[in-house]
């Protein structure tokens, strides 16, 4: 029994790490402000540039790295549109998406197949990033409360002009706060392309920075409950990959269902949530 | 001047990123955009070819449209647009109806399907406040579970060996041809305009599409006007889910096939955010928007049957166009709503 518990406790950490990552960079896009769609597409471009760049270095460290860059790339073009362009932050986020989509299934077609392939690319093994996941939790939680950048970049997010009547420029906090956020999106797309399935695949991300979002709407913007949203739908991630054509209570479930779970969940988990605690006051506005 | 300035240089980097993806497959830029154009424009049959890719763009770019009005951001059009295909499909194969009778039910059933799909994403976002982009993604994968189990399973054609399909559509239920003498493109263009039309008219001469767009520009006005937001926001939200059920169900009546397959949709719904976006979410200028993506479409799978420049290079063109034109025109108003 104690063995299934541990099973199912490294199955969640090991498919809720991404999810974890993602999460804790979304919110710090959100709480300066800035609603990020582009997650997922970050999460993508992370994946591929990690898988790419270990691929041809034969360093997973150095694929990571790259993960990292290429993921505050993208929100780099994120930051630019919605601050300096003022565009619509939704809209940004599923132009870049696209984006990403488009790219990466471009560039794997014209790169040699070993891109895809688990045995070559170096990986690093998962639970390392895990603890790389926990301890930025602690690291973002302290920094928001208890540092002068933090409690910053918080204000902006509640009420920007507030914070510029005190002389904070909004601007460059956002900036900030959407570059972080992508870099960990990136090193999230990395741990799925380096760490959890090594090897790049076509929309490898599949909609996990959209759960990440969900995790953090439910977690309630707060580094510990969106950690703990994200190991929660890691779980299910899981789940889907033991359960398959295991009866329960007799009947055989098809594989779609186990496949819809994570997502079917998120809809649930929406549909019941209450908003008792309210999203950054200016989220969007700016 | 800053602004002009920043939006010309993005404007050229993204002509030059797409002209070095286009160098890199081996073609000359120059060479692949002649052949893009032809395979766009080029004779009748490439024009009924574009025509025919627009049908499904022109639906799922008015539900896109629709919703956009109302300030909600469908993405799940993709997810609306199989389950409508599918349940049109199950009416036209499953019952014996006569010839009018039957397309017109297979319509409705797809346009119902796909109302029922985007429901969850409306009731949430008007009574928990959960963001429609989350939900109708969700319900996207969803669709896409759901579709799949049903075309290996419950809906399969007996002789389908090696590809899940439906069994084919009775007679009664196929969408007749535009011309006798080719049989390319469907009626199915003529249906997405006369729907654009008509949206037309509900949102800019009744009182009803008004109160839409009035919770849309600014809902909290709206509301001070008695113009009950949830409900608006809930009846929006089915009304752009039926648009591209209807999308789904006009091609599975319209394709050569008249039956319903595995990757039935290559991503018309996705598509359909950047066409309703191109059109600044007005039903008339969706008609446009939607042939210029059903050129994209054509002129690229022109260009890859004679070049080595693969299909993909469109997704990338969509999402740029999507940066370029509709990102700089949805600019947020200060002290909007949302």
Known sequence: MTLLIQVWILGMLRGGTSLMLTSLGGLLSERSGVINIGLEGMML?????????????????????????????????????????????VMSGIALNLVA??????????????????????????????????????????????????????????????AAQVGIDPIKVRYFGVI?????????????SLAQTPGFSVNMSSGRGYIALAALILGRWNPFGAAAAALAFGLFYQAEEWMQGTPIFG????????????YLLTVIALAGFRGRSKPPADLGKT | ?????TILALIISATALIAVAVASTGTPPGYAFIIFVQGAFGDKAQWMQTLSLTIPLLLTGLSVAVALRAGLFNIGAE?????????????????????????GLVLIVGALAGAIWALPAGLIKAWRGGHEVITTIMLNYLALNLVNYLLNGPMRAVSAFNEPKTPELMRSAWMPMLSF?????????????????????????????YETRAVGANSNAAKAHGISISRTLIMTMALSGALAGLAGAVLVAGVPEHRFYRDF???????????????????????PAAVVFGAVDSGTRYMESLTSVPRDIAVVVRGLIILGVAGLTWQRKKGSAK
């Not at chain 1, 150095?62 to 780099?76: E, I, R």
């Not at chain 2, 001047?1 to 300035?5: E, N, P, S, W």
């Open chain 1, 45 to 89: 471009l992370g994946a591929f540039a990690g898988a790419v760049v270990s691929y041809f270095t034969k360093s997973a460290l150095l694929g990571l790295s790259a993960a990292v860059l290429a993921g505050g790339l993208l929100a780099y073009a994120h930051a630019l549109l919605t601050q300096r362009l003022k565009v619509e932050h």
């Open chain 1, 101 to 162: 989509l488009g790219v990466t299934s471009f560039l794997l077609r014209r790169l040699p197949d070993g891109i895809g392939s688990f045995s070559k690319v170096p990986s690093v093994p998962w639970w390392s990033l895990t603890i790389v996941a926990c301890v930025l939790m602690g690291v973002i939680y302290v920094w928001l409360n208890y540092t002068p950048s933090g409690i910053r970049l918080q204000a902006v997010g509640n009420d920007a002009e507030k």
């Open chain 1, 180 to 192: 972080a956020s992508g870099m960990l999106a990136g090193l999230g797309g990395g741990y799925l």
């Open chain 2, 79 to 103: 997810g609306q647009l199989l389950v409508g295909g599918l349940m049109g499909a199950w009416t036209g194969y499953a019952f014996v109806l006569p010839y009018g009778l039957h397309l």
């Open chain 2, 265 to 287: 949709s290559p991503g018309y719904g996705f598509d359909g955010i950047a066409v309703g976006l191109l059109a600044g979410a007005n039903p008339l200028g969706v008609i």
């Open chain 1, 251 to 262: 009947v055989q479930l098809p594989t779609e269902f186990w496949l819809s779970l994570p």
């Open chain 2, 181 to 209: 003498t080719d049989n390319s493109l469907s009626l199915g263009i003529l249906v997405g305009i006369f729907v654009a039309i008509g949206l037309w008219v509900w949102l800019f001469r009744t009182p009803n599409g």
């Open chain 2, 1 to 5: 001047m800053k602004r002009v300035l």
